[in-house]
């Protein structure tokens, strides 16, 4: 199922994270694509808040650590893949661990690394500049209970 939603503002756009964050069961792996500032982070930021981290404000891009981890109804695991080189250094990051029932995997950047994911059955969504504050995301395979966005 693709699900097609336009923000007209960061506000919106972490409405819209949080309302998939109160939705999600675990075991989601999510592939966040787009050019800088298209909103990656902000979506990221309600989707942690949605599933329960303590503060939306702990949720901050991964660019030099790598890996983040929010606490949560779910373990949340937010990786930047914009600094990695390869698709191994990926694998190196121990993305395997971070696959679990009780867990959420949220990838910035994550067309670097795709070909990793592939048999992941990943949500995969893109975000785009549709003006200076408007974007648009577009949420692919997602599964039914989404849908209510």
Not at 44 to 68: D, H, Q, W, Y
């Amino acid at each position: 199922m693709e699900i097609a939603v336009t923000s007209h503002s960061p506000s919106e756009t972490l409405d819209l994270g949080r309302r998939i964050g109160c939705r999600l069961k675990g075991g989601e792996i999510f592939a966040l694509c787009g050019p800088l500032g298209s909103g990656k982070t902000h979506l990221i930021k309600g989707v942690a808040e949605g599933a329960g981290a303590t503060s939306r404000e702990s949720v901050t891009s991964p660019t030099f650590v790598l890996v983040n981890q929010y606490s949560g109804r779910l373990d949340i695991y937010h990786i930047d893949a914009y600094r990695l080189d390869s698709i191994s250094e990926f694998e190196m990051l121990g993305f395997d661990d971070f696959c679990y029932p009780e867990s959420v995997v949220l990838i910035e950047w994550a067309d670097k690394i795709e070909p990793a994911i592939h048999d992941t059955g990943y949500i995969r969504i893109d975000l785009a500049h549709a003006g200076q504050r408007t974007r648009t995301i577009r949420i692919q395979n997602a599964p039914a209970y989404l849908n209510l966005l």
